[in-house]
C-alpha cells in the first residue's frame, strides 16, 4: 500500500509536469513542423546518395540544386519557423483571442535580437568580412533553434499578459471589419513587446557587444545538448521517459521536452555537414534514438513480441503479439503495452526500461568504433525496423545488422521476464476460475 502510495503521487507529478503548458505548447510546435525536417531529410538522401549514382561533374551540381533549395526552406530557417509556431501552439493552449497576432509577433522579435553585424566569407575568398543588413543561414537554422523557442515563448507570454490590460486597447467600434478591430485592440501591446525586445537587443550590442542568439548558444543550447545528447544523458531521460510509459504515462512528457529538440539540433547538423561534404558531427540525433533504441516501439517491443510468439505458452497473451505484429512493424506498440499489458506489469516493467538504453548503447559504440555510419537522414518515425537503420545512415547495410543484434538480443533479454508474466498471469486466472 505505502508503495502504491508513492508511486501515484510520483504518476501525478509526472503528469503535471508533462501537461505543463508551455511544455506542451513546444512539443505541439515541433510535432506541426515534423513534415518540413523529414522533407530535409529526404532530400539530403536523394542529393548525396541517390544523384550520385546518377550523374557526376556539372550534371551532379544541377541536380543538386533541388535539395540545396529544400534544405534552405526547411532546416536552413527552422528558427524562424519554430518561433512563430511556438507562439500559435502557446496562445491556442492558454485559450488567447488573437493567436494569429502573436505568431506574426514572435516572428518580429525573433528578427530584431539577430545580429546587427555579421562576418560572411565572400565566393572564393579566404577570409570572412563584416557585413550588416544581412542574416545569415546558420543564424536562421540550427544555431538559433534555441533563441527560436526562447523567443517564441517570451514574446507570447509579454503579448498574452500587456493585451490583458483593457486601458491600452483601442476599440474603433462594431461598425469595422473583425479583422481591422482585432488588429487595433492589440496594437499597443504588440508595439510594446517589439519595443521591448528591440531595447534589449541595444543593450546587449553596446553595453556587451553581444546578441541574443550568441548568448543562448554559448549558455544554454550548447551546454543542455552537450548534457542531454551524450550517451548516458541520452540514456537516462529516455530511461525515464519508458520508465513513465510503464505507469501509463506516454514517454513524450520527458523526451519531447527535454531530449528531442536539441537531438533535432544535432540530427539537423548532421543533414547540413552531409549535404556539405563535411565530417559529420553528432553521434546522438532525434533519429537515432528512434532507430535503435525504439525498435517497434517504446520499450523495443518487436523483441517481445518475437519472444511470445515462438516461445509463449499463454493464448491470451500470444493473441496480443498476433495483433501487435502489424502496428509493430511500423512502431506502433499501444496495443502490446495496454494490452499485454505492459502498464503496471513489473515483470516487463525490467527489460520495457533496459532494452532501449542497451540499444543506445550498443549502436552508439557502433557508429563511434566506425562500424556503421552516423545518422545523417531524418526519416519518418513510423519506418520499419531494419529499413529504419539503412535508410537513417545514408544507406549503411550495416546499420541493418546493428538493428537485428539489438531485437535477437531483446528476444532473449525479454524472454525470462515473459515467462514470469505468463505465470502470474495464469495464476490470476486460477484464482478467479
Not at 487595433?184 to 513587446?193: A, C, K, Q, Y
Request: glycine fraction near 8%; proline fraction near 5%.
Amino acid at each position: 500500500m505505502e508503495e502504491n502510495k508513492y508511486l501515484d503521487k510520483f504518476t501525478i507529478i509526472a503528469a503535471k509536469f508533462g501537461n505543463q503548458v508551455h511544455l506542451r505548447s513546444l512539443r505541439d510546435a515541433f510535432a506541426v513542423l515534423m513534415p518540413f525536417f523529414i522533407l530535409a531529410g529526404m532530400a539530403v538522401l536523394i542529393n548525396n546518395v541517390i544523384f550520385p549514382w546518377i550523374w557526376e561533374g556539372d550534371s551532379l551540381w544541377a541536380a543538386q540544386y533541388w535539395g540545396k533549395m529544400v534544405t534552405n526552406g526547411t532546416l536552413n530557417i527552422s528558427s524562424i519557423l519554430l518561433a512563430p509556431m511556438i507562439a500559435y501552439c502557446l496562445s491556442k493552449n492558454k485559450n488567447f483571442k488573437n493567436p494569429i497576432a502573436a505568431t506574426g509577433l514572435a516572428l518580429s522579435s525573433l528578427v530584431v535580437i539577430m545580429p546587427f553585424a555579421t562576418k560572411v566569407t565572400p565566393i572564393d575568398a579566404e577570409a570572412a568580412v563584416d557585413v550588416i543588413g544581412v542574416m545569415r543561414f546558420s543564424d536562421l537554422g540550427t544555431q538559433g533553434m534555441f533563441a527560436g523557442i526562447i523567443v517564441g515563448l517570451l514574446s507570447t507570454e509579454l503579448f498574452i499578459r500587456i493585451s490583458a490590460i483593457k486601458q491600452l486597447e483601442i476599440n474603433l467600434g462594431d461598425d469595422i471589419p473583425p479583422a481591422v478591430g482585432k488588429s487595433f485592440n492589440v496594437l499597443i501591446p504588440v508595439m510594446l513587446v517589439v519595443s521591448i525586445f528591440a531595447g534589449f537587443s541595444l543593450i546587449l550590442l553596446t553595453v556587451f557587444d553581444t546578441n541574443l542568439l550568441d548568448l543562448v548558444a554559448k549558455f544554454i543550447q550548447e551546454p543542455l545538448r552537450g548534457v542531454n545528447t551524450s550517451l548516458w544523458g541520452a540514456v537516462l531521460i529516455y530511461s525515464i521517459g519508458n520508465f513513465l510509459f510503464t505507469l501509463g504515462i506516454h514517454q513524450t512528457i520527458v523526451n519531447g521536452v527535454l531530449l528531442m529538440p536539441v537531438a533535432l539540433i544535432n540530427m539537423n547538423e548532421n543533414m547540413l555537414a552531409l549535404q556539405n561534404g563535411t565530417e559529420i558531427p553528432n553521434i546522438i540525433t532525434n533519429v537515432f534514438i528512434p532507430t535503435f533504441g525504439m525498435i517497434g516501439g517504446t520499450g523495443s517491443t518487436i523483441s517481445l513480441i518475437l519472444a511470445t510468439i515462438i516461445f509463449g505458452k499463454h493464448r491470451a497473451t500470444k493473441s496480443v503479439a498476433k495483433l501487435g505484429t502489424a502496428p509493430g512493424i511500423f512502431n506502433i506498440n499501444e496495443p502490446v503495452i495496454f494490452g499485454y499489458p505492459i502498464v503496471f506489469n513489473l515483470p516487463l516493467m525490467i527489460p520495457f526500461v533496459l532494452l532501449p538504453s542497451l540499444g543506445l548503447i550498443i549502436a552508439y559504440y557502433a557508429t563511434a568504433l566506425g562500424l556503421m555510419n552516423h545518422t545523417v537522414v531524418l526519416i519518418p518515425w513510423t519506418t520499419p525496423p531494419l529499413i529504419s537503420g539503412f535508410l537513417a545512415t545514408g544507406g549503411d547495410w550495416r546499420a541493418i545488422i546493428v538493428q537485428l543484434i539489438i531485437i535477437i538480443g531483446g528476444v532473449f533479454l525479454y524472454l525470462p521476464f515473459m515467462k514470469i508474466s505468463e505465470r502470474t498471469a495464469q495464476k490470476m486466472m486460477d484464482m478467479h476460475a
